[in-house]
């Protein structure tokens, strides 16, 4: 039985490869914001790193010198229910209520547990989940554990949503609209503010807004779209990530007190995950308390952005990216994959995105923009696209 197993698993890669679906691992080495690979020295455009902090040295250096030793821990050896909650958690959490002038604040290892526990805990079977159809691998994964019904409309259609919040909210007692600020796909927005309006013609509608590839981009002081926006207290649940733009690791929700107890009692990923390293989320509070001063590095990062917008529109013809995340669409995987190994040639490490992360037929090229990134590189790389 074993060994037909393993058949089946190996027909599959077959099949995978046979389709230009395979990935793998890649074998690579950073130089700041660079990739080496095969010896080929490439700017990576590839990183979610948006801001450029994770290769800012003198950052780093700041970060040592002021670094507490009680925080020098690199472990927490417990989930923070036992003895890994140490006081830097604390101060984060604090920190962050402060910066969003919230109720209440909840710091979690990585997006993936956030979304992953955070709906299972609140959403039971008295409960409606409308979710956009594109929203991440993480909260579809969060959504099948839950004891709600779930109905996932189609993309940044307000006009479904409004139909099914209007035939259902009478028969659920609560509904909750699931949305991104920033799809990772396609690099578009959700319109925040339709959605915010919408939710306030219901007393029982609640409002998750995850700001994974916003925090840090958008916002006066980059705390996300929300901001942006000016609805932070509209959002009920805001969940954000470090390990974009924050240039750390882990997550956090943004909620009511009432909240955060209860997801302390009932979300399984925060009590039996062993919690992150002291060291990291002293890091993470250093970035927080330094967030309102990287304004300059935000309105680069939005000057590059625009102009390779601009620059795709030219070539494809269409683009509808509105952020740092921008969609070059090639169709079949191969011609994904063989437009990729071009632009690694000309320098520039740009990676194919095929199904099943997004549909069949719309195989990709993803720019991933960083403020680290000059004119002149952007110049260099608008010139290779329109050579493709």
């Avoid at 009680?70 to 927490?76: I, N």
């Avoid at 008295?126 to 709600?148: E, N, P």
């Avoid at 909620?255 to 992150?276: D, G, H």
Wanted: with cysteine; proline share 3%.
């Amino acid at each position: 039985m074993s060994k037909d197993i393993f058949a089946y698993l190996q027909n599959e890669l077959d099949s995978l490869a046979k389709s230009n679906n395979l990935r793998k691992l890649p074998e690579v080495h950073h130089d700041n914001n660079r990739i080496i690979r095969n010896g080929n020295n490439m700017l990576n455009i590839s990183s979610n790193d948006y801001l450029g902090l994770a290769s800012d040295v003198l950052l780093r250096n700041r970060f040592l010198e002021e670094c507490r030793d009680r925080d020098y821990l690199f472990t927490a050896s417990s989930s923070r229910l036992l003895t890994g909650n140490y006081t830097v958690y604390d101060e984060l959490e604090q920190h962050l209520v402060t910066l969003y002038g919230s109720e209440s604040a909840l710091v979690f290892n990585c997006g993936y547990h956030a979304n992953t526990g955070i709906l299972p805990a609140i959403a039971d079977a008295a409960t409606l989940v409308l979710a956009d159809k594109l929203v991440h691998a993480s909260i579809i994964d969060g959504l099948k554990l839950t004891d709600s019904k779930n109905i996932r409309f189609r993309h940044n259609n307000y006009e479904q949503l409004e139909r099914l919040l209007a035939h259902n909210a009478h028969l659920y007692d609560r509904i909750i609209i699931v949305v991104e600020s920033v799809y990772s796909m396609d690099g578009d927005l959700c319109d925040l503010l339709r959605i915010v309006a919408l939710k306030k013609q219901y007393d029982n509608v609640l409002l998750y807004v995850d700001e994974a590839h916003g925090v840090g981009v958008f916002g006066q002081t980059g705390l996300g779209l929300a901001q942006e926006c000016g609805c932070i207290k509209d959002v009920d649940f805001i969940v954000g990530t470090f390990g974009k733009a924050l240039a750390s690791t882990g997550a956090y929700v943004i909620c009511r007190s009432v909240v955060r107890e209860y997801l302390i009692n009932k979300m399984r990923p925060l009590i039996f995950t062993t919690a992150l390293p002291p060291v990291n989320i002293a890091w993470t509070k250093f970035i927080m308390e330094n967030l309102y001063s990287f304004e300059d590095k935000r309105k680069h990062l939005r000057s590059l952005y625009e102009n390779l917008i601009k620059a795709v529109k030219l070539k494809t013809g269409e683009c509808n990216s509105q952020s740092q995340i921008i969609p070059f669409v090639a169709g079949e995987s191969e011609k994904a994959v063989e437009m990729s190994v071009k632009l690694q040639k000309k320098g520039f490490y740009v990676l194919p995105v095929r199904p099943p992360t997004v549909p069949q037929g719309t195989s990709r090229l993803r720019f991933s923009l960083t403020a680290s990134i000059t004119k002149d590189e952007m110049d260099r790389l608008t010139e290779a696209i329109n050579q493709l």
